[in-house]
Each structure stands twice: as structure tokens, then as C-alpha cells.
């Protein structure tokens, strides 16, 4: 009878952490490190969190192309140029849009790849 819990505690040890391996190890496709330390307002970043995409609407898309649009900005695919990548991005992860306006170019592409791939790439 011994035996049988003993065997049992040991079952359960062995399927436990298989259980949470996957989530320790599941990553962040949003999220975006930046190549060397972004340096805006006094804050040093490392890496943005772009994950509030999944959270935004066609709504949010509608405003950004009219936000665009009141600036002067016109486009024939606005979602693909960067001044949309930027306010999207803005929408996204609650930050200024000049936090993203001031960024390295390289790191400001990287940002609108992966917003691009988001309305695109996916699925």
C-alpha cells in the first residue's frame, strides 16, 4: 500500500513540471529589443512590448489613418508607412508617439515590420 502512494506522489513530481515548462519557455513575439540602449526623456529602454496589438480594433486603425489624414498625410496603403507604424504603436503600448518618432531608424523599421507583419503576416 506503501508502495502504491510512494509510486503515486512520484507520478504526480514527474508530470508537474512537465505541465509548466512550455509557459516558462513560451516567448514574446511582440516583443521588440532594441540593438543598444534607447535613451528618451531621462529613461533608458532596452526592448518595447508591442503585445496591446492584439487588443486594438479597426476602430483604432480608422482613427490613426484620420490622425494621419489631419496632418496632411496622404497614402494609398497608409498601414504600410512608418508615421502610421508609429501612432499605431503609440495606440498599442500607451506611449507618446514621440517616444517612437524620436527612435534609431533601424529600430523604428524593426517597429513597423512587426506591425506590418501583424495586420499581414498572420494567419
Same mark, same amino acid.
Given at each position: 500500500?506503501?508502495?502504491?502512494?510512494?509510486?503515486? $506522489?512520484?507520478?504526480?513530481?514527474?508530470?508537474?513540471? *512537465?505541465?509548466?515548462? /512550455? !509557459?516558462?519557455?513560451? %516567448?514574446?513575439?511582440?516583443?521588440?529589443?532594441?540593438?543598444?540602449?534607447?535613451?528618451?526623456?531621462?529613461?533608458?529602454?532596452?526592448?518595447?512590448?508591442?503585445?496591446?496589438?492584439?487588443?486594438?480594433?479597426?476602430?483604432?486603425?480608422?482613427?490613426? $489613418?484620420?490622425?494621419?489624414?489631419?496632418?496632411?498625410? *496622404?497614402?494609398?496603403? /497608409? !498601414?504600410?508607412?512608418? %508615421?502610421?507604424?508609429?501612432?499605431?504603436?503609440?495606440?498599442?503600448?500607451?506611449?507618446?508617439?514621440e517616444f517612437f518618432q524620436a527612435m534609431p531608424p533601424k529600430e523604428a523599421i524593426k517597429i513597423k515590420n512587426k506591425i506590418t507583419n501583424f495586420f499581414y503576416g498572420e494567419?
Amino acid at each position: 500500500m506503501e508502495n502504491l502512494k510512494d509510486m503515486k $506522489q512520484q507520478e504526480t513530481a514527474v508530470k508537474e513540471p *512537465i505541465a509548466e515548462v /512550455p !509557459e516558462e519557455q513560451e %516567448e514574446n513575439k511582440y516583443l521588440i529589443k532594441f540593438r543598444k540602449p534607447f535613451v528618451w526623456e531621462d529613461n533608458t529602454y532596452t526592448e518595447i512590448d508591442l503585445s496591446g496589438l492584439e487588443d486594438m480594433s479597426a476602430r483604432d486603425m480608422i482613427q490613426v $489613418q484620420r490622425t494621419m489624414e489631419r496632418s496632411g498625410s *496622404i497614402n494609398v496603403l /497608409p !498601414e504600410m508607412s512608418l %508615421e502610421y507604424a508609429c501612432i499605431f504603436a503609440s495606440k498599442a503600448t500607451k506611449m507618446p508617439v514621440e517616444f517612437f518618432q524620436a527612435m534609431p531608424p533601424k529600430e523604428a523599421i524593426k517597429i513597423k515590420n512587426k506591425i506590418t507583419n501583424f495586420f499581414y503576416g498572420e494567419d
